[in-house]
T-cell receptor
């Protein structure tokens, strides 16, 4: 079956530092890949997505590139802010067919940014 | 306001007492889904529905039931809750198969 593995957290950074959260996946075919963010006490929000190899998703200064050869979708941001403190989830959706709506999430990475 | 609503937000119950968590969206979305969130395990999909009367199992469907009789509602039913179903539950919806709107969550405790 499909699986998503995220880097162990929590991650603690100072404001304006560079952020990388690693995500690798196992899936058949060509799944779609996503990053979601969960702020304290809230539901998840879709942060960015990529639907095919070499696609780059971007939003709010965050970026991730769909790397088929390394089965990875690492999240990056050049300069984090305190307001970026949240839990980040990597996820994949099956390529198609009868499992099109099935999503698999990673375990989440807690990010804390200090002033 | 476009939103997904869940009720109740908090629930404490006892083993074996049937319960239903409601989920409703006002965006005319085709796709709806349920997840549970547990520490160290991230989110795991319970069930999803691509459209009315169409539902399918996610990764952890055991002990849960769902129904999709109308587009806006997607209730989660626990026929006989057990303590291992204590968790934080989220409902989500979207136009397509990628959840774009999540509800605020329902924290369930089964004693």
């Amino acid at each position: 079956g499909n699986s998503v593995t995220q880097m162990e957290g929590p991650v603690t950074l100072s404001e304006e530092a560079f952020l990388t959260i690693n995500c690798t996946y196992t899936a058949t075919g060509y799944p779609s890949l996503f990053w979601y963010v969960q702020y304290p006490g809230e539901g998840l929000q879709l942060l960015l997505k990529a639907t095919k190899a070499d696609d780059k998703g971007s939003n709010k200064g965050f970026e991730a590139t769909y790397r088929k050869e390394t089965t990875s979708f690492h999240l990056e941001k050049g300069s984090v802010q305190v307001s970026d403190s949240a839990v980040y989830f990597c996820a994949l959706r099956s390529a198609g067919g009868t499992s099109y709506g099935k999503l698999t999430f990673g375990q989440g990475t807690i990010l804390t940014v200090h002033p | 306001e476009a939103q997904v609503t869940q009720n109740p937000r908090y629930l404490i119950t006892v083993t074996g007492k049937k319960l239903t968590v409601t989920c409703s969206q006002n965006m005319n979305h085709e796709y709806m889904s349920w997840y549970r969130q547990d520490p160290g395990l991230g989110l795991r999909q319970i069930y999803y529905s691509m459209n009315v009367e169409v539902t399918d199992k996610g990764d952890v469907p055991e002990g849960y039931k769902v129904s999709r009789k109308e587009k806006r509602n997607f209730p989660l039913i626990l026929e006989s809750p057990s303590p291992n179903q204590t968790s934080l539950y989220f409902c989500a919806s979207s136009i397509s198969g990628t959840p774009s709107h999540f509800g605020p969550g329902t924290r369930l405790t089964v004693l």
